[in-house]
């Protein structure tokens, strides 16, 4: 988790963190509570007695601060966090107590502790020269499963942790099964391979309606998690002009994506966040569906129909690329789909797949003019996606870098990450959410949901604060 790389759940399976965050708000974990300072700058941990990593290894304040001292030590991986910024300095002044001191309040402290990664802690034991930038020598957590067995892209096994210190998962052995394609995952569930399908991407809407109803299998549909959404880049020539980028807005059709490719399951998006999300509930005027609108805008931009149909301005045709992850169908689908609508108004859209770590590279790169990305969605939203587009983490920064107002955004998010008056926070949330919707650098499609189908007696089944969590340790047969 320190480095970044590899599935969620299966760190969250493994690692555990100083607080977890629920439902209600925090809550202790590793430590069991905490005390802040009046000035908001000083956090003081109290460990949990008795917690072991499985490899045996005491997890005790010492522990704790030699796994910060090993993601400081890769600091520059980290700064997407403003906590890593804002860090003057970590102690352990006894096995019981840690202590995290910072150069001003910051209100997301708790929230990036409890996140998966990169505050999870592993044994000190697994790490190399006491280290973790180079990776390490084994994967060794305090949590409630162990891996005991995998094949990179084929299958990983979990066994129950005997020595957790929290209540023992019913379930004592977990086998994650690597199936890419779609019908043979459905097929390895119907023939009784697999017990569970997990993950937003994982099932198309086809599936669930098949499975709706049918005693055998149970289907569950979390509440709406993150924003599905193209990024536009304000860096190239052709969308570097504001009005070619909301003509663009006004030419999705978000209602037929909706109906068409997710039966409805995931609904229209009109704003970057939900009205849910905190912070975010502020008056927007969504970028209505209207063709002629768009059309009219691209006309009085100088884009002028050619005898292709293809809409061209001094010598330049309109054409644009549009890049997705081949691993999801999704996207291919909506691709397609955006493909044919935006010629009819002029627009050719070339479209190309690639898979994922490539396709992650060239959006981190700037590497596109349009690319299909989701926000991280709640705990993360909205403060840790802003924060992060101030740096080339992922696409936004470079699609936001042909912003006259890209310095003034950037700063108002500092801000806002450093504010302790609540209404001042409000007000500069405000302030950069209504420059991103009006400088239309993305398009918002739908809001996603998790879904899940299982085999019926499988009981205790719940989504979580996160998307990127699978909470195995609940799960149980009857």
């Known amino acids: 988790p320190h480095l970044y790389a590899g599935e969620m759940y299966a ?30 700058k000083t956090y003081t941990f109290h460990i949990r007695d008795g917690v072991k990593f499985s490899d045996g290894e005491v997890c005790d ?24 910024n804002l860090l003057v300095g970590v102690s352990a002044p006894d096995d019981k ?13 708790l929230t990036e502790l409890g996140v998966t990664r990169p505050f999870a802690m592993i044994s000190p034991k697994a ?20 891996l005991t067995d995998f094949v990179t892209d084929e299958y990983a096994v979990f066994e129950a942790n005997e020595n957790y210190w929290g209540e023992q998962p019913k379930i004592k052995k977990i086998t994650v099964k690597v199936i890419p394609d779609n019908q043979t995952r459905i097929l390895a569930l119907e023939k009784g391979e697999i017990d569970m399908i997990f993950g937003k991407n994982m099932i198309d809407a086809d599936a669930i309606n098949q499975y709706t109803g049918n005693d055998k299998f149970t289907v569950s549909l979390s509440d709406p998690t993150s924003t599905r959404q ?28 909706s109906d068409g490719i997710f039966y409805g399951l995931e609904q229209p998006a009109d704003t970057l966040f939900a009205k849910t999300v905190p912070y975010c509930d502020i008056d927007l005027e969504p970028y209505a569906y209207d063709v002629e609108q768009a059309q009219s805008m691209l006309d009085e931009a100088g884009w002028v129909v050619g005898a292709d149909k293809i809409r061209e301005k001094d010598g330049q045709k309109l054409n644009i690329d549009l890049l997705y992850n081949s691993d999801s169908v999704t996207e291919k689908a909506i691709a397609e789909y955006l493909q044919s609508e ?46 992060a587009m101030r ?14 107002d ?4 950037d700063q108002a998010i500092t801000d806002i990450l450093i504010s302790t008056d609540e209404q001042k926070r409000q007000d500069l949330y405000t302030f950069v959410l209504t420059r991103l919707h009006e400088d239309a650098v993305y398009i918002p499609l739908t809001y996603e949901c998790n879904k899940a189908i299982y085999r019926s007696d499988l009981k205790g089944f719940h989504f979580t604060q996160t998307q990127y969590e699978v909470p195995f340790a609940d799960f149980y047969f009857e």
Request: net charge negative; aromatic share 10%; proline share 3%.
């Open 11 to 40: 760190q969250e399976m493994l690692y555990e963190t100083l607080v977890n965050i629920t439902a209600d708000g925090y809550e202790g974990c590793l430590a069991e509570s905490w005390d802040i300072s009046e000035d908001g």
């Open 61 to 84: 304040a010492n522990a704790i601060k030699a796994n910060f001292d090993a993601i400081i030590e890769n600091k520059d991986r980290h700064t997407w966090l403003e906590m890593m």
């Open 97 to 109: 107590t840690f202590v995290i001191e910072l150069s001003e309040p910051y209100y997301p402290l």
């Open 127 to 146: 790490m190399k020269d006491g280290s973790t930038k180079d990776g390490v020598n084994a994967y060794i957590g305090t949590g409630p499963y162990v």
């Open 230 to 257: 193209i990024v536009l880049n304000t860096t190239k020539e052709v969308l570097a002009d504001k009005e070619v980028r909301q003509a663009l807005q006004h030419a999705t059709n978000k209602q037929a994506i």
């Open 342 to 387: 935006y010629q009819k108004i002029g627009i050719s859209l070339n479209i190309h797949g690639e898979e994922e770590q490539s396709y992650r590279d060239n959006m981190k790169a700037g590497n596109f003019d349009m690319v299909f990305n989701i926000c991280w969605g709640t705990p993360y939203d909205p403060q840790s996606s802003l924060a």
């Open 391 to 404: 740096a080339p983490v992922y696409g936004d920064y470079a699609a936001q870098l042909g912003l006259e």
């Open 406 to 409: 890209k310095a003034e955004i």
